[in-house]
């Protein structure tokens, strides 16, 4: 199964649970709502930064895949 889908999942899902508690949960309805906007904006900061970290890793590898390709080419023009 793909990494991504995975965290993917795995978020989703804590996100599903943390709203339900919060539904759930025996607060005024501004209190809950508060809650929510807090956890949602947590998320997002999270899945940003999940997201950053992927892209960062990704275009490494993919620089150093280009300069290997470029150092391959350039050994073997010499011939």
Same mark, same amino acid.
């Given at each position: @199964? %793909?990494?991504?889908?995975v965290? @993917?999942?795995?978020?989703?899902?804590?996100?599903?649970?943390?709203?339900?508690? &919060?539904? +759930?949960?025996?607060?005024?309805?501004?209190? !809950?709502? /508060?809650? &929510? @906007?807090k956890?949602? %904006?947590?998320?997002? /900061?999270? @899945?940003? %930064?999940? +997201?950053?970290? #992927?892209y960062? !890793? #990704?275009?490494?590898?993919?620089?150093? #895949?280009l300069?290997?390709?470029?150092?391959?080419?350039?050994d073997?023009?010499? &011939?």
């Amino acid at each position: @199964m %793909n990494a991504s889908k995975v965290l @993917m999942g795995v978020l989703g899902g804590v996100a599903v649970g943390a709203v339900a508690g &919060i539904l +759930f949960a025996p607060a005024k309805g501004t209190k !809950t709502r /508060k809650r &929510i @906007m807090k956890k949602g %904006n947590n998320l997002k /900061k999270d @899945m940003k %930064n999940k +997201f950053e970290d #992927v892209y960062k !890793t #990704v275009s490494t590898k993919y620089d150093s #895949v280009l300069d290997q390709a470029k150092e391959f080419a350039g050994d073997h023009q010499e &011939i």
